[in-house]
């Protein structure tokens, strides 16, 4: 009895994690007023299951926004340890940000469930841990010499969130190029190599107010 309550439970986590797998899909392609039945259909479960899982949209685009972020951070976590220089691992971080549009689902939510996301501990102590990752590989990285010594964590993040919304095009594989073309500029411009001169000093993750 007890492995057969283990089993159903197991099989529910499942199929609660590949609806909001489906979800991140559909949101990033639709955007947050997607149907809720038409993610019920591409994840191949009745409408009613959907519900029952996640009561009402905000509840599923929160769900959706703490598995890309926890995604986020897992890959970051491995890319320190995999990776040659911080510099590898950085790139490698934030061209894994941009595949899983994670900041999409925040910036596409309501102010209610925007506050709500922002105040769950989960989100919190998530996003803090990602924020210290990317800060620390920053740091080292411009201490190896392969990142310019004239931005800062913020900047990395304010450029990364302007990929965060596909670009108009004719078709959702350019728009992919368009993307992964845009961020290999970017990389590019953060790269010890770069040579124009910024305005300002570098931007912290206090200049950006990411709690207003």
């Not at 392609?29 to 409408?47: F, H, K, N």
């Not at 990929?163 to 073309?181: N, T």
């Amino acid at each position: 009895m007890k492995a057969e309550t283990t089993r159903l439970r197991a099989d529910a986590q499942r199929n609660r994690d590949h609806i909001v797998s489906v979800a991140r899909v559909v949101f990033a392609e639709i955007g947050p007023g997607a149907p809720m039945d038409e993610i019920a259909r591409r994840a191949g479960v009745g409408v009613g299951t959907l519900y029952r899982r996640f009561p009402d949209r905000g509840s599923l685009l929160r769900a959706v926004a703490l598995e890309s972020l926890s995604a986020v951070l897992a890959d970051a976590r491995a890319a320190i340890d995999e990776e040659p220089t911080a510099w590898d691992a950085l790139t490698r971080i934030v061209r894994r940000a941009v595949d899983l549009r994670f900041s999409t689902h925040v910036t596409m939510m309501d102010e209610h469930t925007r506050q709500a996301l922002k105040e769950a501990p989960d989100f919190r102590h998530t996003r803090a841990a990602v924020l210290d990752l990317v800060e620390h590989l920053v740091e080292r990285a411009q201490t190896e010499g392969s990142m310019r010594s004239d931005v800062g964590v913020g900047d990395v993040f304010a450029v990364v969130s302007l990929l965060l919304k596909p670009p108009p095009s004719r078709s959702a594989e350019m728009s992919d190029l368009l993307m992964r073309r845009c961020l290999t500029l970017i990389l590019d411009g953060l790269h010890a190599g770069g040579q124009s001169v910024l305005p300002g000093e570098p931007v912290s993750i206090t200049d950006l107010h990411l709690d207003s």
